[in-house]
């Protein structure tokens, strides 16, 4: 069997990534999505286990030392880190993974791991982005002066990605994301085993 595709989304803090991979969970009900670690303390609703393994620092750092993360990095002054034994198992079972991480831990993936499919998400422009970070309400005043300068610098990254989707609309950027999945699942060298396998009963 083919190994399943690892597809890594990034983009600015309040571009939508979390709302476009929402969207794409329910309507491509085969993909899952890798949950993360982090040192960040619990938003309001979010669960253990489902949003985020909510871990202390010092747990976190002894998980790097034993080599369990594919990435990490330390965004906005806390750690977060993908979780490697359970994105390579889900990938030899076949299985489609999106991992919704920072620009720092995207790089560390594609150097890891180059087949996966690379997708930068920008918002149309960084004036729509303050607004949608400010209506989330989640985020002190502090942090979003300090998220809108990540965003500006992190633009500069957009050219190491294999696609860039600018979400005006969640409905067309999410549907933009849905043909480059398809069309990356049905390229050649991913499919290798079912190739053989047609091959074989001549
Ligand atoms: P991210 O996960 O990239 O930080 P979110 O998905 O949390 O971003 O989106 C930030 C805010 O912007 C949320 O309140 C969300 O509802 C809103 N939002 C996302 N996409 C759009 C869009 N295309 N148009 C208007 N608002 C949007
Ligand atoms: P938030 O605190 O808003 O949930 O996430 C902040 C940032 O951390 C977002 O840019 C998000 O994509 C990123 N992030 C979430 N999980 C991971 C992860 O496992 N690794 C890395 N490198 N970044 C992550």
């Known amino acids: 069997m083919d190994d399943g595709l690892l597809i890594v989304i990034s983009g600015p803090s309040g571009a939508g990534k979390g709302t476009i991979c929402k969207k794409l969970l329910t309507e491509m009900d085969f993909l899952k999505v890798s949950v993360s670690a982090t040192t960040r303390k619990p ?8 949003s985020y393994y909510f871990i202390e620092e010092e747990e976190f750092i002894k998980r790097i030392k034993n080599g369990e993360f594919l990435e990490y990095a330390k965004v906005y002054g806390n750690y977060y880190g993908t979780p490697k034994d359970e994105v390579f198992k889900q990938l030899k079972e076949g299985n489609d993974i999106i991992l919704e991480i920072d620009i720092q831990g995207a ?17 149309p422009s960084l004036k729509e982005l303050q607004n949608r970070i400010e209506g989330r309400g989640t985020d002190s005043k502090e942090v979003i002066l300090r998220r809108m300068e990540c965003a500006y610098d992190e633009l500069n990254y957009a050219f190491e990605y294999d696609y860039v989707i600018i979400n005006d ?10 043909h480059i999945i398809l069309a990356e699942k ?10 053989r396998k047609i091959r074989e009963e001549l």
Do not use: H, S
């Open 169 to 178: 609309q969640v409905d067309k950027a999410t549907e933009k994301i849905k």
């Open 43 to 50: 938003r309001k609703g979010e669960i253990d286990g489902i």
């Open 107 to 123: 790089l560390q993936v594609k150097k890891n791991y180059p087949m996966g499919v690379f997708i930068f998400i920008l918002p």
């Open 186 to 195: 049905n390229k050649a060298v991913r499919n290798k085993a079912i190739i």
